[in-house]
Structures are given as structure tokens and as C-alpha cells.
């Protein structure tokens, strides 16, 4: 599959080099260097390269928007068409000094982002679990009992897309319905990141949903 990343920050760069590892072709895009985005290319051992928005996005079967909720408006101007495009967003309506969530309750990032490009293939997903945790639930793979990832979206196929993704990277896919869902998944993922950076034990946490 041909994955675009849009973003280079934390989550951005560690899931392009984990979907690179797990066999992608990979553009990595959007950051204040070149410099950069060549080295994530060179480390990530794979089939990536960088590259502007605009060609991460041009060829992509999926494209993972990873920026700063106040980056969004740049980084869709120049990423260009994304008519029929997967977009697989992990990125989080956060103000400004990232202490809440500047849209909620009656909507959510997710569909703002649907809103902003009609005609894209949103997906949620990957935004609840820190990124500190994918690197270690990478390289667990195929252990039992591994650690769930929710993901919501409209568009069957495209949530399919985004399964496979989730799967590669090492989490158990779960289905938890339509884009709105994502009203619920965006202040889960704040609880995430309380359990991550406010506690004693580290950041690499994730979680797992299971039915008795």
C-alpha cells in the first residue's frame, strides 16, 4: 500500500516508520526541514522517501493526517485534492497550549476535518494510544491478547483501509461505528494522555477491550 504522512511530529513519524517496516510504500511530508524528512526516510529501513504534501498525497492509497489542530488549515492548503482519498486522521482539536479540546460535545475534529473536505474518506483512528506505546506493541506482534486500537469512519471500505494499518502496526482493530463516534474517542484519548504523562510509570501505555 502507498501511505502519505502528513506530519513529522511524534505520531507521524513513528507510524510512517512502522507502516514502512510492516512492507508500505511511504512519503513523508510536512515538516520544517527537507533535513528531516530524509532522515525519517533513511531510518525507517523501508520503502520511504520524502516528499511535499502534495506527493504524499498525489499516489497514496491512504494518507495519515498527524499534524497540530493549528496546522490544519496550512497543511490541507498545501496537501491539495483529496477527492477519494483514505484519510486517516489522528489528529486531535487541541488549543493552543494543548489543555483541552476546542471542539466537543455536539461534534468532533474528526467530522470538522469531513466538513472541511467533503469529497476525502475520513477515517479516526490511531489518536487514542500514545505514541511512546507503538514501537513496543510493533515488535510484540503476533503475542497473544494484543492491545486494541478504535477507530471509527462512514466509508466501509476506507475503514477497512485503516484496519489493515491498525493491524500492521500490531493492535487489535475495533469497529466502533460512524464518524460520530469519534465525539467519544476524542476526549478518551485525553484520558490516554493523562494515564501516559501524568502518572509515575512512564508513557507507554496503551489499552484492550475485552467481552465477558
Known amino acids: 500500500m502507498k501511505v502519505g504522512i502528513l506530519g513529522s511530529g511524534l505520531m507521524g513519524a513513528k507510524l510512517g516508520t512502522l507502516f514502512a517496516r510492516a512492507g508500505h510504500d511511504i512519503v513523508f511530508s510536512y515538516a520544517r526541514s527537507r533535513q528531516k524528512l530524509e532522515k525519517l526516510a533513511h531510518d525507517a529501513q ?3 522517501r520524502a516528499g511535499t504534501p502534495a506527493e504524499a498525497v498525489r499516489d497514496a492509497d491512504a494518507v495519515l493526517l498527524a499534524v497540530h489542530w493549528l496546522r490544519m488549515d496550512d497543511v490541507l492548503g498545501q496537501a491539495g485534492d483529496l477527492s477519494g482519498k483514505v484519510v486517516i ?3 486531535l482539536p487541541m488549543n493552543a497550549d494543548d489543555t483541552g479540546l476546542v471542539i466537543g460535545h455536539t461534534s468532533s475534529g474528526a467530522e470538522d476535518l469531513a466538513k472541511r473536505r467533503p469529497t476525502a474518506r475520513i477515517v479516526s483512528a490511531f489518536g487514542t494510544v500514545p505514541s ?5 506493541v510493533f515488535d510484540s506482534k503476533g503475542h497473544d491478547n494484543p492491545p486494541s486500537m478504535a ?9 477497512q483501509v485503516a484496519a489493515t494499518l491498525i493491524a500492521d502496526v500490531g493492535f487489535e482493530a475495533v469497529d466502533v ?5 469519534a465525539r467519544y474517542m476524542e476526549p478518551f484519548a485525553l484520558l490516554m494522555g493523562r494515564l501516559a504523562y501524568n502518572g509515575d510509570e512512564g508513557p507507554e501505555v496503551a489499552y484492550r477491550f475485552v467481552r465477558y
Open 46 to 48: 523501508g520503502r520511504a
Open 89 to 91: 486522521t489522528c489528529s
Open 151 to 159: 477507530y471509527c469512519g462512514n466509508d466501509a471500505a476506507a475503514k
Open 132 to 136: 511512546e506505546a507503538f514501537f513496543d
Open 177 to 181: 461505528g460512524d464518524l460520530r463516534v
